[in-house]
């Protein structure tokens, strides 16, 4: 089979090692979660209490609580904003989702406890202003980083030239010239019956609407390494994340990203996946 027959074949998206599981529901916050704490009633006067004595020392007030302003299953760009502050000062280690998850609530957690706060894991007004004091407004890559986990250091193979740098250990590909990340991308990779190769390559065919003759499935913005196995974007891995796996291409989900990325790399271009 030629280098080119093969290629045509590609890959398709398939469940990780067997049927997936479908995630469960994120949480949902509980009635009470956002509720500010209750006011104190006064009681009715009644004809039969005794009349209070003139000049008798009032009861103090006590000190107000915290308004809760997030909590389990806030969304938003005030939640994205939170977990990009708490990712600062190492309290949250994923990229920003504007989703307050289990995950969310944890780091705010651990924020209060190292605080002297009240472990609640719901951000009221005393957590929200202590973690501003401590950090700085997050940037616009802080916000919105291109990758999920942080990018792993690069393999020495991809310091020199325009390479292709992908890594199967954080799962993110960057775009290098010359040892200088261009661009930076998530990815996923084939399942353990259909691994992705490892090793030095380099592009070697570009099909941009490519579809797979043995899968009958679209490819779009491939780019051939290795016999069928490609970069492409992958729908199902925009759709379905990581519950799913490729038979063995490169499936990144930013169609945005792989579209500048594929109008950028060349055939001859070197390809390095490392484990």
């Known amino acids: 089979m030629t ?13 990780a090692d067997g049927a997936s599981t479908a995630p469960s529901s994120p949480p949902r916050a509980t009635a009470t979660d956002d ?16 009349s209070p004595r003139t000049g008798a020392t009032p009861t103090p007030t006590p ?43 944890a780091a705010v957690r651990s924020f209060q406890g190292k605080r002297g706060l009240s472990r609640t894991g719901r951000t009221d007004t005393v957590t929200w202003q202590k973690l501003l004091g401590m ?10 980083p291109p990758t999920t986990v942080p990018v792993a250091e690069p393999d020495k193979r991809c310091m020199t030239g325009r390479v292709l740098c992908i890594s199967k250990n954080s799962r993110t590909l960057s775009w290098m010239i010359d040892g200088r990340v261009v661009s930076s991308m998530d990815v996923r990779f084939g399942s353990q019956y259909t691994p992705t190769r490892e090793g030095t390559f380099s592009v070697y065919w570009k099909s941009r609407h490519h ?18 196995q490609a970069v492409h ?10 519950s ?28 390095v996946v490392s484990g």
């Open 3 to 15: 280098a080119a027959t093969a290629a045509t074949a590609g890959c398709e998206a398939r469940p």
């Open 35 to 50: 509720a500010k704490p209750a006011a104190r009633q006064s009681p009715s006067p009644d004809a039969s209490s005794p």
């Open 63 to 105: 000190e107000p609580q915290g308004t809760t302003l997030m909590a389990s299953g806030s969304r938003g760009e005030q939640v994205r904003e939170l977990q990009a502050r708490l990712r600062q000062i190492g309290h949250f280690d994923r990229s920003p989702t504007g989703y307050y998850g289990t995950l969310t609530a």
């Open 135 to 144: 950090t700085h407004e997050p940037t616009a890559a802080e916000l919105n």
């Open 211 to 228: 579809v797979s003759t043995l899968y009958h499935t679209a490819m779009p913005y491939a780019m051939f390494f290795s016999g069928g």
């Open 233 to 242: 974007y992958s729908a199902d891995f925009a759709a379905h994340g990581y």
């Open 244 to 271: 799913g796996a490729s038979h063995g291409c490169v499936n990144v989900r930013d169609e945005g990203r792989i579209a500048s990325l594929f109008a950028q790399v060349k055939t001859g271009d070197k390809v």
